[in-house]
């Protein structure tokens, strides 16, 4: 029967001490003050991209570290002497086997805050997550051994499996179906099928391999690697077959061992010689040694490749393994006595913003990519073609210049760390059209002049004007010659012509300017024939004059004509539609014998010149 589930009130532990001698307690005694020296993430900085989880058995606490700046988020109070963390599929959860207390402490890593604790049996230390995150396997090292297996959904213990003596590490296989447990006591390797929760194998170790304390399967599951913790060796068991493939020497006392993600190496520590063997898997040989902190305990491989974290016991440190050089690149403290550890994904680059979203087709136009995870950026390409001069300003800005591309809309991205993520859109514009010159530049209010324009990127223009009046017709000759018709102006005057192609309109300025002038007209007056008798005084005159506009030869309607003898006003009208002016007005005799004409006038208006016209008036009788 699987023991009762407790959830408890999460509470900080006394500080506990591992068994070990007074050198050991001392080292940690003066060594543990160093966790007050890591610098601390400041409240206002982005989340960062990734995180360590140290387990620290001594302080009763989990130190979360960003590994990118070596700067502390917090330390999480948890149960009494935590060994193992383990990290959820999905990143949104930590278990941390809380050995003293027989329970699991979970971690929200949203907030990396402990938010649950639940009972699962004696002594518990190795804890591992299946890959669909719906279970989790604690090896339960009190006596009996047993393996608790965890339903994620509910955090109850589901079921037990006895494996005899000290199971001191597990893994599962990726595809989940078995979980391999280090033995330590009875010195094998037993292996779980985790469809029954049953032995589906036991794997005794070979002559000369003794107290099995760590254990790593590969990425392809293919390979199980088995430190031995008396006997300064690793054991390689094909997954398949569970026969033992080699048997690889390494330092004294071996304890914690990970697989690169790519499966090309294995590092173990090396508790006894404070450091680090590096196993190339293709050979199952030692290819390099890396010395790291005081009695190292837990290693883990970044998930993304790059590095490798180990937690060095006695030191209260983590030392940061480059996988490309092997060496030592940073060391960050921990709590007392750092026993296991866990490495989050990276989390992804994200792009929020793109400014500006166009410009010109040359390209070379500096962009400004915002968004969040964005340290690590080595690429930002417009439709697969590769920018320059690509800039990680800080850790949520990216800057990049464009390279060429034809006109029209792409899709842009952006890589950093391995992943390549959309970063928005981008248009191309041909560039503006430029109007450089005007012939003729002057033409009638009539319109109908034909101006040639001269400039640049014409083509596909799409529109000619002449102030705010579209030109009669235009013509693109070539992209940098235009013929357009004047159209009429309702005034004398300059307007500036522009050119608009779908990339813009033309700027306006000097060399653009065209002068409407005055049209001409001319007025013709008819003479009157008018009888006068004897003694009257006055008469009525039937006066009328044509207005012709002499540029168009078309008449101008709606003008004002005034008709005069001599200083005389008759009468005023305006002009029809055939440009014919007529009135009927008095004069009086003495104006008429004394003038024998009159005057008609036309003062002009702000598209044509004045005009003026005489007639004759023959007196008859």
């Not at 090292?141 to 959904?153: F, K, M, R, W």
């Not at 179906?177 to 469809?195: C, H, L, P, Q, S």
């Not at 107290?211 to 398949?240: E, F, K, M, Q």
Request: net charge negative; glycine share 10%; proline share 8%.
């Amino acid at each position: 029967m699987a023991p009762t589930t407790v959830h408890t009130a999460i509470r900080p532990g006394r500080l506990r001490r591992l068994r070990r001698g007074a050198a050991g307690a001392l080292a940690t005694a003066l060594l543990g003050t160093a966790a007050a020296l890591l610098p601390a993430v400041p409240a206002h900085a982005a989340a960062p991209a990734q995180l360590v989880y140290v387990a620290n058995s001594d302080s009763d606490s989990v130190t979360v570290y960003d590994p990118a700046t070596g700067a502390k988020v917090t330390d999480v109070m948890v149960g009494s002497q935590p060994r193992s963390v383990a990290l959820s599929p999905d990143g949104t959860q930590a278990y941390v086997t809380d050995y003293a207390g027989g329970a699991i402490t979970v971690i929200d890593t949203a907030t990396n805050t402990a938010v649950d604790a639940f009972a699962v049996g004696a002594a518990p230390t190795p804890v591992a997550f299946s890959p669909d995150g719906a279970h989790a396997y604690v090896g339960l090292t009190g006596s009996p051994g047993q393996v608790a297996v965890i339903d994620t959904a509910t955090r109850t213990v589901t079921a037990t499996v006895p494996v005899g003596g000290q199971p001191f590490a597990l893994q599962v296989r990726p595809d989940g179906g078995r979980v391999y447990v280090a033995d330590f006591v009875k010195n094998v390797v037993e292996v779980i099928d985790t469809a029954t929760n049953t032995l589906a194998a036991t794997i005794a170790e070979p002559a000369g391999a003794r107290s099995p304390t760590g254990l790593a399967v590969s990425p392809d599951g293919a390979s199980v690697y088995v430190t031995n913790y008396n006997s300064r060796n690793v054991t390689v068991i094909d997954a398949g077959s569970y026969l033992v493939t080699a048997l690889v020497p390494v330092g004294a006392q071996p304890f914690g061992v990970a697989v690169t993600p790519d499966g090309g190496s294995v590092y173990v520590a090396n508790m006894s010689s404070g450091s680090v063997s590096v196993l190339d898997a293709a050979t199952n040989t030692v290819t390099a040694t890396v010395p790291v902190g005081v009695r190292p305990f837990g290693v883990t491989a970044d998930p993304e490749g790059g590095a490798v974290y180990v937690a060095n016991n006695t030191s209260n440190t983590v030392s940061t393994i480059s996988t490309a050089t092997n060496t030592v690149t940073a060391t960050v403290s921990a709590g007392l006595a750092p026993f296991g550890l866990a490495v989050s994904k990276p989390a992804p680059p994200k792009v929020t913003g793109l400014a500006p979203g166009h410009g010109p087709v040359a390209g070379s136009t500096t962009i400004t990519l915002t968004g969040s995870h964005l340290s690590g950026t080595t690429a930002v390409s417009f439709d697969d073609t590769p920018a320059a001069n690509v800039t990680v300003v800080d850790d949520s800005t990216v800057t990049a210049a464009a390279p060429a591309h034809a006109a029209g809309t792409v899709d842009v991205t952006l890589s950093a760390r391995g992943r390549t993520v959309p970063a928005g859109q981008y248009t191309y514009e041909d560039p503006a059209p430029v109007l450089s010159g005007l012939a003729p530049a002057t033409g009638p209010a009539a319109g109908g002049t034909v101006v040639t324009l001269t400039g640049s990127h014409f083509t596909g223009a799409t529109a000619v004007n002449f102030g705010t009046v579209p030109a009669t017709s235009f013509t693109v000759v070539d992209d940098s010659t235009i013929t357009a018709t004047a159209p009429a102006a309702a005034a004398a005057g300059p307007v500036d012509v522009s050119v608009t192609t779908p990339a813009g309109t033309s700027a306006t300025g000097a060399t653009d300017r065209y002068t409407y002038t005055k049209d001409t007209a001319k007025l013709t007056a008819n003479p009157l024939l008018l009888s006068i008798g004897p003694g009257q005084l006055s008469v009525n005159l039937n006066l009328s004059a044509a207005l012709t506009d002499t540029t168009t030869g078309k008449a101008v309607p709606g003008a004002t004509v005034t008709f005069k003898v001599g200083a005389t006003t008759v009468c005023t009208a305006i002009t029809n539609a055939a440009g014919t002016a007529s009135c009927t007005g008095p004069c009086p005799v003495a104006a008429v014998l004394l003038n024998l004409g009159y005057t008609a006038t036309y003062a002009g208006d702000p598209a044509h010149e004045a005009a003026t016209a005489t007639a004759g008036l023959i007196r008859i009788g």
